[in-house]
């Protein structure tokens, strides 16, 4: 449970998972939806990331679901202890669940993290991970967004984390909590990814990346405010910086500094 309090609130979790599609699932589009599960006769609220990136295989999705993987040796990789879809997801729920397919000709293959499970005398201790529903059995408006294509879906079915006391707590009162957390997330997003909202990223040069909240596109939120009249571009001098941390390619070396102001 430790693993669970690693100082992520709820917008900087979705951040994390969100910048996870991007970097590993290299995405198109990503959805969040925030919304009540019919599933097995409970009315329970849920959260899911699903996004039509290229997905994974059985090998990749048990190795990406145990904690402390080996990640990806990419250069936008920024995951670098294989903790960040795990740590991010349990901060908010007892229970992930991924589902993910690489090969259109094959089917999703669905993976589970139950804490409730691990932390019971029925795991013996030992960290397991567990067959998961097949992924028909997930909520119709997360598969149906990529259930012809290639990609991920991340489902997070025990809010009891980030809501204490879920279970009695009543209707109106969780939706005024996923009122709010769902506020404060399309902010965050609309900022910090705000580059690939508009298509403006160093790395991914003229790719523009699709973020939904519930069906809602968000839309770039500048933070140097360069929409506005005011706000004039200023070009430093050239600097030379001294890294710590030793380049092998020249040209990935380089850093451009740039202010805005009056």
Not at 24 to 53: C, Q, R
Not at 80 to 97: D, E, K, W
Not at 190 to 197: A, G, P
Request: aromatic share 10%.
């Amino acid at each position: 449970t430790s693993l669970q309090d690693f100082g992520y609130n709820f917008e900087k979790a979705i951040a994390d998972l969100v910048d996870n599609s991007i970097s590993h699932g290299k995405a198109n589009n990503i959805w969040i939806e925030i919304d009540y599960s019919n599933l097995e006769g409970t009315n329970m609220p849920f959260v899911s990331v699903i996004d039509d990136g290229i997905g994974m295989n059985l090998e990749e999705l048990e190795r990406a679901i145990v904690y402390g993987s080996e990640s990806h040796d990419e250069k936008l990789n920024l995951g670098r202890f294989g903790l960040g879809m795990n740590t991010a997801s349990t901060s908010i729920s007892n229970v992930l669940t991924v589902s993910s397919r690489k090969n259109l000709q094959k089917s999703f293959e669905t993976r589970t993290w139950d804490l409730n499970f691990l932390r019971s005398k029925q795991a013996a201790g030992k960290w397991l991970i567990l067959n998961a529903p097949p992924f028909e059995n997930l909520p119709e408006k997360c598969k149906s967004l990529i259930q012809n294509g290639t990609g991920t879906i991340i489902y997070l079915s025990d809010l009891s984390k980030m809501i204490p006391k879920l279970a009695s707590t009543p209707t109106y009162n969780i939706n005024q909590i996923l009122a709010a957390k769902k506020k404060h997330l399309i902010f965050h997003l609309e900022m910090v990814f705000h580059r690939f909202l508009s298509g403006t990223t160093i790395f991914f040069p003229k790719k523009k990346i699709n973020i939904f909240v519930n069906g809602v596109v968000l839309n770039p939120w500048d933070p140097f405010a360069r929409w506005h009249q005011a706000s004039r571009h200023h070009k430093l001098d050239e600097q030379e910086l001294v890294l710590e941390h030793e380049i092998e390619d020249e040209q990935d070396g380089r850093i451009s500094l740039s202010y805005y102001g009056k």
